[in-house]
T-cell receptor, first 115, second 112 residues
Framework: ETGVTQTPRHLVMGMTNKKSLKCEQHLGHNAMYWYKQSAKKPLELMFVYSLEERVENNSVPSRFSPECPNSSHLFLHLHTLQPEDSALYLC??????????????FGPGTRLTVT | KQEVTQIPAALSVPEGENLVLNCSFTDSAIYNLQWFRQDPGKGLTSLLLIQSSQREQTSGRLNASLDKSSGRSTLYIAASQPGDSATYLCAGGGLNDYKLSFGAGTTVTVRA
């Protein structure tokens, strides 16, 4: 489908659970992004990593914790979430600014439901 | 702060009609504008990217234009087909940051 994969595709978790979302890109990009898409709202940027360094943190609550161990992998660790955190979580990648790349490529998303 | 607006929120047309989707943005310092397609419950598929030095991009039946002075971008889809039914999103980015500011999208239904 695309060069960006995400697992799991669907996740149901209770408010006391800890889970992680995984993203992998096979495009040789060096910037990766987490977005949140809630019903009837525009996509919200959560985090950006460039060359494994976090370069953007968009005032996201600490119950969301990103990790980027290398330029191909990105994780979003979740703990003590709230029902309003239920949404589609999308991962994207691009070349970083220094490389002159701007086009973002998205994965299929993880549909998260917090009960 | 860049704000992106897409009007209308929804559009229904008969098959074969040309589609015109509008996107407006508040900050003319926009550096690039990207159009995406999203099918229900799925991720985003990049359709076209227009960079600052360009005024339009074309791919098959799709053509996107960018007018920074008026703060507008338009996506044209020629001879629409039922398979074009989806939500179309536009997003603008600045030169020196990683952020893409997204519109809320236009949901298109092409009736057979």
């Amino acid at each position: 489908e695309t060069g960006v994969t995400q697992t799991p595709r669907h996740l149901v978790m209770g408010m006391t659970n800890k889970k992680s979302l995984k993203c992998e890109q096979h495009l040789g990009h060096n910037a990766m992004y987490w977005y949140k898409q809630s019903a009837k709202k525009p996509l919200e940027l959560m985090f950006v990593y460039s060359l494994e360094e976090r370069v953007e943190n968009n005032s996201v609550p600490s119950r969301f914790s990103p990790e980027c161990p290398n330029s191909s992998h990105l994780f979003l660790h979740l703990h003590t979430l709230q029902p309003e955190d239920s949404a589609l979580y999308l991962c994207a990648s691009s070349q970083d600014r220094a490389s002159g790349g701007y086009e973002q490529y998205f994965g299929p998303g993880t549909r998260l439901t917090v009960t | 702060k860049q704000e992106v607006t897409q009007i209308p929120a929804a559009l229904s047309v008969p098959e074969g009609e040309n589609l015109v989707l509008n996107c407006s943005f508040t900050d003319s310092a926009i550096y690039n504008l990207q159009w995406f397609r999203q099918d229900p419950g799925k991720g985003l598929t990049s359709l076209l990217l227009i960079q600052s030095s360009q005024r339009e991009q074309t791919s098959g039946r799709l053509n996107a234009s960018l007018d920074k002075s008026s703060g507008r971008s338009t996506l044209y889809i020629a001879a629409s087909q039922p398979g074009d039914s989806a939500t179309y999103l536009c997003a603008g980015g600045g030169l020196n940051d990683y952020k893409l500011s997204f519109g809320a999208g236009t949901t298109v239904t092409v009736r057979a």
